[in-house]
């Protein structure tokens, strides 16, 4: 009689699942930074050139630390018994380190009103809050595997 079992975490995600779940976080995340960008730019006053605002800026650090998310996410999913929760924790983590650059702002940022480092902080927030929502629904349905037993029937 042999034994198979499966070493993986319990809430195991497949590579096709946490891709769908990866692109939705991006495009939900993508959509929202957009919205806070457009809105950010019409109230308030930016100075001339000011790149973290800039299309590229927001497009590309929103799509790379959502698509870093999704990988992190899809590690932590194979290795912890728990990985919901040890994702939240990490993001979070994540988030409060990415605070830095406002404590202690590059030139580029001390130019900035008030009003647009509160922007760029919620951009922060929006993809923290968007990875964690969307891609810890990736395990929730997800199939579980079991150990399998050859028996002889």
């Known amino acids: 009689m042999a034994t198979t079992v499966d070493t993986r975490s319990p809430t195991h995600v497949s590579v096709n699942r946490l891709a769908k779940y990866g692109l939705l976080t991006v495009f939900v995340a993508v959509v929202a ?3 806070v960008r457009m809105i950010t730019l019409s109230v308030s006053t930016v100075p001339v050139g000011f790149w973290p605002l800039g299309w590229g800026a927001v497009l590309g650090s929103t799509v790379l630390t959502t698509g870093g998310a999704t990988i992190v996410y899809g590690g932590i999913t194979r290795y912890s018994k728990r990985p919901n929760r ?14 830095g650059s406002f404590v202690a702002p590059p030139s580029v940022l001390a130019a900035a009103p008030t009003s647009v480092l509160a922007a760029l902080a919620m951009m922060h927030v929006i993809v923290a809050v968007v990875s964690v929502g969307v891609l810890t629904r990736a395990a929730d349905n997800a199939e579980t595997p079991k150990s399998t037993k050859n028996t002889p029937t």
């Open 33 to 35: 930074n957009t919205l």
């Open 86 to 99: 040890m994702f939240t924790i990490v993001a979070m983590v994540v988030l409060l380190l990415s605070f």
